[in-house]
């Protein structure tokens, strides 16, 4: 099934959406996390199994009710729903899938009692055609199991440690790695409806001339099995963002498959935000499958047209070198925890204009569609993350999950003018023995898939044991001078920075960006001079940054800041770690910080100077 298309479900006048979203029945498998399996609580409704609560979809389950024992749960919760599917959509002879946005960790899903879907590493679309599953015109049910247990083997890494207790023995979770293991349907479930024959899955290319003639290659893969003597025409239209057509093209499916070129005169391009005074440009692509004998199937693509590109010394965007201004973050809100919010969304994409920013990179794990089409939309340039985090003991099955994972990222997110790179790992220990094999193996893996875009990684090793760097296009790197290292000695920044930078290009000859600096702030705790976890402090250690970045700017390999991190967010339960990670300029409540003022003016005076 993985050669199948993801694409994103959309109405059309071909196609039905709704949304399974709302109260679900939930319980927590206990006493011990097979007891579900051995009773088979799929088989009926969940509420027969035993007492259930309502939990919210999409969400992740472990902060909205207050309990300790949902709140940091080992194992599996099974979820489930009702719905009535209408008596309609078998008339029309409708094809139906299911499709899960994001289910963390590992999902397992029953359609009126058949095992239909399986996924796991979280953070990615998953879908099946349930058409045979499903009683129309009747009530029907879903279940879901959610397993949040991470282990060597998994992506990310986990242990779990058993401690005796005064109750008793029990079994906790360990990970290394610096945000809360959110847990639960973190993103909306579809059925949406397609005819028999449908579009499956598009690929998107751009470029332009020098007259400004837009260029968008495509290339459509279409599902379902044509008749003897069917044949299949498709059409695409292009239309602006104001919805008027631009371009009609008809082309007859025949050996070399359903690709082809469009070219649109005056195109207008997609610019980052700040870059051009119409950032975010997109078209739209209206594709119409029609088959002798099927109803027409339609899917209109958003496409932005643009070109990438990158040397020893620079990243370029429409051929203009562009520098990144930006933040790692999380998605980590109060109460939902990774649970997808259009509201949380809409203020985050506010504050990230507000500030002045063009380019986040999604740490440490793969966003929400929804969020991605925000970055589309505004010009915001995405490094598009894999959950590939804190990774230590290479392994062959690693490996294959860790590729799988970047196969079903790449296949979501192609399209997207708004993804300028792919970050394969996020601080593996690539000083350790089979790194360098193993990275290259998936350096090499990406590259089959996209030629189009770099790969980019965070990298925390030092210089001289990494072994990492070599496999990429464009360096990342993560150091907390005068946090970790030196904590209060902010007058070690600049030149440590500087150095550190330069070595980095030195030694690969590629372009560098700081994917990773900063220091928690406790908002509101002033400290005149300024001392350790103070907004003061945070202040002052990014001042020193910027000092350096400046100097960095004007040697033309250095392209791109990015704070850690735009907000405070949720962590696991550590002493180093004060109700979560507060190296946020906004805090959790998406608050401005005095940090945020201080980044505020540094951004906008680059866009300034720079777009
Ligand atoms: C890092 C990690 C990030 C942490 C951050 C910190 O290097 O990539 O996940 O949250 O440091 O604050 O320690």
């Not at 949304?19 to 051995?38: E, H, I, T, Y």
């Not at 027969?48 to 009710?65: A, E, R």
């Not at 440590?496 to 980095?504: G, S, Y």
């Amino acid at each position: 099934a993985s050669s199948a298309g993801i694409l994103y479900p959309r109405e059309s006048e071909s196609r039905e959406v709704k949304s399974l979203d709302g109260m679900w029945n939930f319980r927590l498998s206990l006493p011990d996390s097979l007891v579900g399996f051995k009773e088979r609580w799929y088989m009926k409704d969940l509420s027969k199994t035993g007492p259930v609560i309502q939990m919210p979809v999409p969400s992740s389950y472990n902060d909205v009710i207050v309990d300790k024992k949902i709140r940091d749960h080992v194992g599996l919760v099974w979820y489930d729903k009702s719905f009535f599917v209408p008596e309609s959509w078998r008339q029309q002879g409708y094809r139906v899938c299911l499709r899960f946005g994001s289910v963390n960790y590992a999902a397992q899903v029953w359609v009126n009692t058949h095992l239909v879907l399986s996924h796991e590493i979280g953070h990615l679309p998953f879908q099946r055609d349930i058409t045979a599953n499903l009683k129309f015109g009747r009530l029907n049910r879903i279940t879901v199991a959610v397993d949040n247990v991470l282990l060597q083997t998994t992506v990310p890494q986990g242990s779990l440690q058993n401690i005796s207790t005064n109750t008793g023995p029990k079994t906790i979770q360990t990970y290394t790695f610096d945000f809360f293991n959110y847990a639960g349907i973190h993103r909306s479930v579809f059925l949406y409806t397609t005819p028999i024959v449908y579009i499956d899955d598009v690929d998107v290319t751009t470029n332009y001339t020098e007259d400004g003639v837009g260029i968008i290659n495509y290339n459509i893969q279409y599902g379902g099995s044509l008749s003897s003597g069917e044949t299949l025409n498709c059409s695409i239209t292009v239309l602006n963002n104001e919805n008027v057509r631009e371009k009609i093209t008809v082309i007859t499916n025949d050996e070399e498959g359903l690709s082809g070129v469009i070219k649109i005169e005056n195109a207008k391009l997609w610019w980052p935000y700040l870059m051009h005074e119409e950032p975010g440009y997109m078209y739209t692509l209206e594709i119409r499958l029609s088959t002798t004998w099927n109803v027409d199937d339609v899917y209109r693509l958003p496409v932005g047209i643009r070109t990438i590109k990158w040397t020893n010394t620079a990243f370029l965007i429409n051929n203009k070198p562009a520098y990144l201004r930006g933040f790692g973050r999380h998605e980590d809100s109060d109460i939902r925890g990774k649970g997808m919010d259009y509201a949380l969304v809409t203020r985050d994409y506010d504050l990230i204009k507000w500030i002045g920013a063009n380019s986040y990179r999604t740490s440490h794990y793969p966003y929400a569609e929804e969020i991605m089409d925000f970055a589309d939309k505004h010009g915001i340039m995405i490094v598009d993350e894999c959950p590939s985090v804190d990774t230590v003991n290479f392994s062959d099955k690693l490996l294959k999950k860790h590729t799988t994972s970047l196969a079903e990222l790449i296949k979501r997110d192609k399209n997207r003018p708004s993804v300028i790179m792919w970050s394969i790992a996020n601080e593996p220990r690539s000083d350790q023995k089979d790194a360098d094999s193993y990275f290259k193996s998936v350096a090499i893996f990406v590259k089959n898939l996209d030629g189009s875009r770099p790969i980019t990684a965070a990298i925390a090793t030092q210089l001289d044991t990494d072994q990492l760097g070599q496999h990429l296009d464009i360096i990342g790197f993560n150091r907390y001078n005068a946090w970790y290292t030196l904590p209060g000695h902010t007058e070690i920044i600049k030149s440590r920075l500087e150095d550190e930078a330069a070595k980095w290009h030195a030694k690969h000859n590629k372009p560098v960006f700081m994917t990773e600096y900063g220091a928690d702030s406790y908002a509101g705790l002033h400290m005149g001079p300024s001392f350790v976890w103070s907004e003061e402090y945070q202040v002052e250690l990014m001042s020193e940054h910027f000092r350096a970045f400046d100097t960095l700017r004007s040697k033309n390999f250095f392209i791109g800041e990015m704070i850690w991190n735009f907000a405070d967010f949720k962590t696991e339960q550590t002493v180093t770690r004060v109700g979560g990670n507060k190296k946020g300029i906004f805090t959790r409540q998406r608050e401005p910080k005095s940090s945020a003022y201080h980044l505020r003016k540094r951004y906008w005076s680059l866009a300034n100077r720079l777009d």
